[in-house]
């Protein structure tokens, strides 16, 4: 995942103080882009500033693919657009960007050096990926055709869910509806109460107080340049619990 940012001064400071996470210095080659990374040393998030008339203040999702030229090669003809053509990025991949049949921005990796932030469980580091879905057939059709997700759906009428599903784990989950029709980013937290309010000190802002679901404790945030984010605590509903 990475973050498109109009401050990357003002989201350095506030997502080493709210997750733990160092910032290394930008490369000026690859247009100011910088890593994230976890307490342990390991890659959690890319972040650069804005291009002009590019979209901004926003996390984005990328997918791991094995040829990013014949993937794309299928988004037209099932109802996507390429907005971003395949492009090397140094000696660590090649990346493009893609819009679904609703309009949802999903990146496309090909690993070379760099292979991507594995999907952990441990606080500061992501914990769930989720599609809010304006056109749930259409979008779940086009992940299972164009990515080749193994897509289990969970829930039926009226609240459609099914997830990704990679042997027995699942990775990512698309939702029936939503608030904004877009990919969310949710980063493991012990306290989704504390870190909140930790944001709250950062100059972010609370979107969704905590809740308890079946899913854990959620919460909704943003930055100080307005990126929304959630979180995710364990609570006793979890599974395995």
């Known amino acids: 995942?990475?973050?498109?940012?109009?401050?990357?001064?003002?989201?350095?400071?506030?997502?080493?103080?709210?997750?733990?996470?160092?910032?290394?210095?930008?490369?000026e080659e690859f247009g100011g882009y910088f890593m994230f990374n976890?307490?342990?040393?390991?890659p959690v998030a890319g972040c650069m500033p804005a291009m002009e008339g590019a979209a901004?203040?926003?996390?984005?999702?990328?997918?791991?693919?094995d040829d990013v030229s014949k993937?794309?090669?299928?988004v037209p003809g099932h109802g996507?657009?390429?907005?971003?053509?395949?492009?090397?990025?140094?000696?660590?991949?090649?990346?493009?960007?893609?819009?679904?049949?609703?309009?949802?921005?999903?990146?496309?990796?090909?690993?070379?050096q760099f292979g991507g932030i594995a999907n952990a469980?441990?606080?500061?580091?992501?914990?769930?990926?989720?599609?809010?879905?304006?056109?749930y057939d259409a979008q779940t059709a086009f992940y299972?055709?164009?990515?080749?997700?193994?897509?289990?759906q969970l829930m039926s009428e009226p609240f459609r869910y099914s997830v990704l599903s990679h042997g027995e784990d699942q990775l990512a989950g698309i939702m029936d509806g939503g608030e904004d029709f877009a990919w969310d980013v949710y980063i493991w937290t012990n306290d989704a109460d504390a870190t909140l309010a930790r944001a709250g000190e950062l100059g972010g802002k609370v979107i969704r107080p905590a809740e308890d679901t079946p899913y854990g404790r959620l919460a909704t945030?943003?930055?100080?340049?307005?990126?929304?984010?959630?979180?995710m605590a364990p609570n006793a509903q979890m599974p395995g619990a």
Not at 38 to 42: F, N, Y
Not at 56 to 65: A, G, K, M
Request: charged share 15%; glycine share 12%.
């Open 56 to 65: 901004h203040d926003v996390w984005s999702v990328y997918l791991t693919v």
């Open 1 to 27: 995942m990475d973050l498109s940012t109009s401050d990357t001064t003002a989201v350095r400071s506030f997502y080493t103080g709210l997750f733990g996470w160092t910032a290394e210095e930008p490369q």
């Open 80 to 112: 996507g657009q390429v907005i971003v053509p395949a492009m090397q990025v140094g000696q660590a991949g090649t990346m493009a960007v893609a819009l679904d049949p609703a309009g949802a921005a999903i990146g496309l990796w090909q690993a070379d």
């Open 38 to 42: 976890g307490a342990g040393g390991q």
């Open 121 to 135: 469980g441990e606080p500061g580091l992501p914990s769930w990926f989720e599609l809010q879905a304006r056109a």
């Open 221 to 231: 945030a943003e930055d100080p340049c307005g990126a929304r984010f959630k979180l």
């Open 144 to 152: 299972r055709d164009v990515f080749g997700w193994n897509v289990q």
């Open 71 to 74: 993937t794309l090669e299928l």
